[in-house]
């Protein structure tokens, strides 16, 4: 059906070919409302069925993942790649351990990361990869085990000019490391197969900083389509990883005022915004870092499971400045923010800001 004519018959085909998809299927709907435009003017995007072929992943790898607990307790979790879209080059996308992976969700990921990576105007497909592990708990040697039961499938469709995964959630330069080693060893061949490799087999430098930073350059640059900027205003950032705290950085370094890092348990919140200092150790820190006794050492308040999603709000209007943050929503703070984005994955246009 055309795109174009009837957004709605194409969305509902849309459904019907991927039930119970709710991430994919809204991934899809936001993106293909904005481009309706676009399609009306190339109709040659309609007569080869770009739409519908974009949709519809190259191919989609399941597998078992059978592995040992310290205790000599089998476990079996499921794996997964979704290449997605391999027109300008290897599949690119991050592999993640989290109880929440499934096709859905990596479909909707896969199918993003197609079009950024498209924007950075490099040779690069879209992939997305992970597994339903989660390794809260686990021990350094169980999380190897894992790692390698799950290259022991997955080697045989990622290489340098095929495939190339990258960390994500809980995948950091530790387990990349375990998975890679695991992948020279079955292929016999050293190559950047992985990439988020520690330096001394092959790492990147400032590969570490690069997506915290990177997000808030971003975000700078949507300010200052407005003739504004970070200096001074008020940061919340949910998440206390890699990303969150280079993010939470590198936004001390441009002036403002960090309020809010947050992890599984609950989150912080300082008025006063937490200091560089505080953030340089906890980047050093090879622990995940305990927030609450982060938060009475700064003297900030801990607030037990309350926490944002992965975001950055930038505020400047009183409205937000007076609110208790914790017990917001995003939908709350969308009105009432100068900007608003989504770790790397998805930046909205804001009533108060339509010009970005």
């Known amino acids: 059906m055309p795109v174009t004519k009837d957004p709605h018959d194409f969305f509902q085909w849309l459904e019907q070919r991927n039930p119970n998809q709710q991430e994919f299927n809204q991934a899809v709907h936001e993106l293909f409302k904005d481009l309706l435009p676009v399609i009306a003017e190339n109709p040659e995007f309609e007569q080869h069925q770009i739409m519908k072929r974009l949709t519809e992943p190259d191919r989609i790898i399941s597998f078992r993942v059978c592995w040992e607990d310290d205790n000599g307790d089998l476990h079996v979790n499921r794996g997964y790649r979704v290449q997605h879209c391999g027109v300008l080059g290897p599949y690119k996308g991050g592999i993640r351990f989290h109880p929440s992976v499934n096709e859905s969700v990596l479909k909707f990921l896969a199918f993003e990361q197609t079009f950024k990576n498209a924007l950075t105007m490099l040779p690069l497909g879209g992939g ?36 190339v995964p990258a960390g994500d959630i809980n995948v950091g330069s530790r387990e990349i490391g375990f998975l890679f080693g695991q992948y020279r060893r079955l292929a016999n061949n050293f190559s950047g197969t992985l990439t988020g490799k520690d330096i001394e087999f092959g790492g990147s430098h400032v590969r570490t900083e690069a997506t915290g930073y990177g997000l808030i350059y971003f975000v700078e640059n949507m300010l200052r389509q407005a003739d ?35 992890n599984s348990h609950g989150s912080i919140y300082h008025k ?85």
């Open 228 to 262: 504004d900027g970070l200096a001074d205003k008020k940061v919340a950032i949910s998440g206390a990883g890699n990303v969150a705290l280079h993010a939470a950085l590198k936004a001390t370094e441009m002036n403002a005022r960090v309020v809010t890092l947050s």
């Open 128 to 163: 997305k990869g992970g597994a339903d592990f989660d390794p809260k708990g686990r021990s350094d040697r169980e999380i190897m085990r894992f790692c390698q039961a799950f290259m022991n499938e997955l080697y045989r469709h990622i290489g340098e000019n095929t495939d």
């Open 272 to 356: 006063e915004g937490i200091d560089q200092s505080t953030l340089k150790d906890l980047i050093r820190s090879t622990d995940r870092p305990d927030l609450e006794q982060v938060a009475n050492d700064i003297g900030g308040k801990w607030r037990e499971d309350k926490k944002l999603g992965m975001l950055v709000v930038i505020s400047r209007y009183p409205a937000v400045r007076r609110m208790n943050l914790m017990k917001t929503t995003p939908r709350f703070w969308l009105n009432r923010a100068a900007c608003f984005s989504q770790k790397v994955q998805i930046c909205r246009a804001l009533k108060r800001r339509s010009t970005y």
